[in-house]
Structures are given as structure tokens and as C-alpha cells.
Antibody, heavy 126, light 109 residues
Framework: QVHLVESGGGLVKPGGSLRLSCAAS????????MTWIRQAPGKGLEWVSF????????SYADSVKGRFSISRDNTKKSLYLQMNRLRADDTAVYYC???????????????????WGKGTTVTVAS | SYELTQPPSVSVSPGQTARITCSGD??????AYWYQQKSGQAPVLVIY???KRPSGIPERVSGSRSGTMATLTISGAQVEDEGDYYC????????????FGGGTRLTVL
């Protein structure tokens, strides 16, 4: 059974750092793009970042570029999100999700999220 | 970058047809995807590639896309269909980025 389990959330002060992890099981992790999505309290979904199979292609939302860093370890079937210089508006539930790749002409691109974890909560407050 | 626009809310009576729209300038070129999110839960994919249903999603849920608009249709809506629905697509104008609509709260009562 396909499973994604996030961890690492918590309370952190503005300007602080946090590292989220996502443990995958039940599928060939290295064959998928992965992504982080977040949802602020009472708000909608916001895409945060994509990472390709081998980490060669990475993209970020403007709101986190330069502060957040996505990475993955295919041997450990794990996805990570290093969050630095955190702000109050980073407060959210953070979801990791599996992303099938769309391949065309020898290149592959991220598409949509087909499996989601249950999320981990990050609160940035003094 | 571009945006996807959804109505904030849709309300229908049980058994009626609910239609939720999603408009965006890139939709003529990009597929639309739909997610249902119930209170306190993670989103669940209900439509992919405009009109395909993942296994386990009932046949009363369908999707379509034409021009700059995608539509999620729930025929014979039931109380258990209540929740927030988000459309999603990909912005490939630069780096590949995910784009969500603002979400539509579906009420069935």
C-alpha cells in the first residue's frame, strides 16, 4: 500500500529553521517526482516545491525561493524540506505528495499529485 | 505565472447536479486536475487529466475542459460529497510550477 508520512513539524520562532521529512513506502520512490504543498490555517492549498527523480530538476514557489531547500534520498526513500529564515506566514500544514512524471522527447516533467501524506504542522511564532 | 479562478462556494440539494468551474488562461494548453478535501483531512485526487477518474472515485464525479475553463460535475450530489474542491494545473512558462485555484466549498443540504 502506498504511504507517505511527514514528520519534523513543530513550533519555531521567526527567523528560525526547521527540517521536514517525508518517508515513502509501497512504491518505487526513485521513479517519481516529489513535491511539498502547504496550507495555512483556514486557507487554500499552495504549491511549494518540486524535485525530480535524480534531484537534477528543482523548482520553488516565489514565496519560499532562497529560504527553503528541497532534497531527496532515494536509498532511504525519503523527501526533505529544509526551511530557513522562517516567517509567521510560513505557518501551515505541510504535505508531501507523489508526482507522476510526464515524459516527452526524452525529458520528463512534473504533473500532478496522485498520493498525499497526512501532513505535518509548522507554527512560526514568538 | 498564471492564476486559476474558482467560485468560493457552490450549494445544491441532495440529488441535484453540482458544477464547479475553474478558469485560467493556460487551460487551453494544460490539463486540469481536481482535488477534494474534507475538514481536517489531506486532499484526495478525484479527477486527473481533465476527465479521468482514479479508482475508487464514484462515476457521478466527472470532469471536462474547454477553452479557458475546466468544470467538475457531481451528478446526483450526496451529503458525503461536501467539502472543499481545488482545481490544479501546471505552469510551464518558466520553471515547472504547480498552480492551485482558490478552492470552492461545496455544500449539499
Amino acid at each position: 500500500q502506498v504511504h507517505l508520512v511527514e514528520s519534523g513539524g513543530g513550533l519555531v520562532k521567526p527567523g528560525g529553521s526547521l527540517r521536514l521529512s517525508c518517508a515513502a513506502s509501497g512504491f518505487a520512490f526513485r521513479d517519481y517526482f516529489m513535491t511539498w504543498i502547504r496550507q495555512a490555517p483556514g486557507k487554500g492549498l499552495e504549491w511549494v516545491s518540486f524535485i525530480s527523480y535524480s534531484s537534477s530538476t528543482i523548482s520553488y514557489a516565489d514565496s519560499v525561493k532562497g529560504r527553503f531547500s528541497i532534497s531527496r534520498d532515494n536509498t532511504k526513500k525519503s523527501l526533505y524540506l529544509q526551511m530557513n529564515r522562517l516567517r509567521a506566514d510560513d505557518t501551515a500544514v505541510y504535505y508531501c505528495a507523489r508526482v507522476p512524471g510526464f515524459c516527452n522527447g526524452g525529458r520528463c516533467y512534473p504533473s500532478y499529485m496522485d498520493v498525499w501524506g497526512k501532513g505535518t504542522t509548522v507554527t512560526v511564532a514568538s | 505565472s498564471y492564476e486559476l479562478t474558482q467560485p468560493p462556494s457552490v450549494s445544491v440539494s441532495p440529488g441535484q447536479t453540482a458544477r464547479i468551474t475553474c478558469s485560467g488562461d493556460a487551460l487551453p494548453k494544460k490539463s486540469a486536475y481536481w482535488y477534494q478535501q474534507k475538514s481536517g483531512q489531506a486532499p484526495v485526487l478525484v479527477i486527473y487529466e481533465d476527465n479521468k477518474r482514479p479508482s475508487g472515485i464514484p462515476e457521478r464525479v466527472s470532469g471536462s475542459r474547454s477553452g479557458t475553463m475546466a468544470t467538475l460535475t457531481i451528478s446526483g450530489a450526496q451529503v458525503e460529497d461536501e467539502g472543499d474542491y481545488y482545481c490544479y494545473s501546471i505552469d510551464s512558462s518558466g520553471d515547472y510550477r504547480g498552480i492551485f485555484g482558490g478552492g470552492t466549498r461545496l455544500t449539499v443540504l
